[in-house]
């Protein structure tokens, strides 16, 4: 549920607007589970959100319903690929600095934390004009200076940025919890968690990004008016959301995800 309105699938994907077809898609396949009934209650709400991922690619080849309905069949509990894949598949980032340093792939990343009953999972698909930095503050993906080797930080620029930095720059992240969350409470949850990817993602919610976040209980445990659950969710989730960020590229090193 996000708040007061149950949502059956969250669909991430790319191909920017066109890609909106893969999210209808997932509305169809959940119709046929539904064995194809359109009582109001039984209506499949499906939230969705996509990159611009041509920026990456030559090709204007994008997710289309047959792909949306594909990826609800393949999906399991459990199991989330990371890296180049699925809706990461062309996902870039580090582009704050262009053309002065290079973009990076990305991808989709994720993580998952307990903490006594209280669970939580966050899923990324990084596109972001910001670079990837770890927690010892160093560039680990995006704005790679071709004549150095090195990644540099967004405020090493030697003249003017913005006016070729490029367009079409999103990161998508999916908040999920089993903690009881009310509407403000869920408001809340997701102002910190996109609030702190800011130390993950440099420079992050710039002018020329399109960040969405998804916050989704499942209400399986706990009250949602139980303010020091609702703090372990945060707590949980702005230390994971950075985790998430990290696994979101291939060739991480895996100590750069610890605190």
Request: contains cysteine; aromatic residues 6%.
């Amino acid at each position: 549920r996000r708040g007061a309105s149950p949502v059956d699938a969250i669909c991430l994907t790319g191909g920017s607007l066109y890609g909106l077809e893969a999210v209808a898609g997932v509305a169809t396949g959940l119709l046929k589970r539904k064995d194809f009934s359109t009582h109001w209650e039984r209506i499949a709400l499906v939230s969705g959100a996509v990159i611009y991922d041509f920026g990456a690619r030559t090709t204007s080849t994008y997710p289309d319903r047959e792909l949306g309905q594909a990826a609800l069949e393949a999906a399991r509990p459990g199991r989330f690929s990371l890296g180049a894949k699925g809706a990461g598949a062309s996902a870039s980032c580090g582009k704050w600095l262009e053309p002065a340093v290079k973009r990076e792939l990305a991808g989709q990343g994720a993580a998952f934390g307990q903490k006594g009953a209280v669970r939580v999972g966050v899923f990324t698909v990084v596109n972001s004009v910001g670079a990837i930095v770890d927690r010892k503050g160093r560039v680990v993906r995006g704005h790679l200076d071709p004549k150095t080797g090195r990644r540099r930080m967004y405020n090493e620029s030697d003249g003017d940025v913005g006016e070729s930095t490029p367009r079409g720059n999103t990161t998508l992240t999916v908040v999920v919890t089993n903690q009881k969350l009310g509407d403000w409470e869920l408001s809340q949850v997701s102002r910190q968690v996109h609030t702190s990817m800011a130390r993950a993602i440099q420079p992050f919610h710039a002018l020329i990004d399109g960040d969405v976040l998804y916050a989704v209980t499942t209400g399986e445990v706990g009250s949602a008016k139980d303010r020091k659950q609702t703090r372990t969710v945060v707590d949980l989730a702005t230390r994971l959301a950075w985790d998430a960020v990290l696994a979101s590229f291939t060739g991480r090193n895996d100590k750069d995800r610890q605190p």
